[in-house]
């Protein structure tokens, strides 16, 4: 039986929660000249509903969002062909020391506790780690792939 094709429409508290344990993303920022810029990402989402990345500040896509803070990020599921969304929205971007309770958050939400925070922290601040926080603003469907649904005559 072929695999028919959804597109759900969900509100905000259903996105959230569609989007939890998912943490694979392509995050799509703009280049000076208005073209995109596609970076792969592990994404979470943060306790205020804000769907966060770990960076750096020189990385193309901290550097775009600085720039302008228009984003859109695809998230998908783990297995290829299953259930994604893309979610638009306005980025913040936190730099050290400022990033920290951030990264800390960023960590717990996709891999739960750290067996050592004062390490964690110590290493963050090491690497010069940046945060993005990505604010949503709109959202498409809750889609998967598949055949068209059959058309009602």
Known sequence: MPRIATADR???AALLEFLRPRHRGVLVTSR????????????GVDGEGRIVVST???RAKT???????QVSICVVSD????AYVQVDGRAEVLDM?????????????ISGEHPDWDEYREAMAKQNKSLIRI??????PVATGGFPPPQDS
Do not use: K
């Open 10 to 12: 969900v509100e905000l």
């Open 32 to 43: 000076a000249d208005g073209s995109p810029q596609m970076s792969p990402v592990t994404c």
């Open 56 to 58: 750096y500040p020189a």
């Open 63 to 69: 550097v775009n969002a600085r720039r302008n803070p």
């Open 79 to 82: 297995a290829w062909n299953d």
């Open 97 to 109: 020391p400022e990033a920290l309770d951030g990264l800390v958050d960023y960590f717990r939400c």
């Open 135 to 140: 604010h949503i603003e709109r959202w498409g």
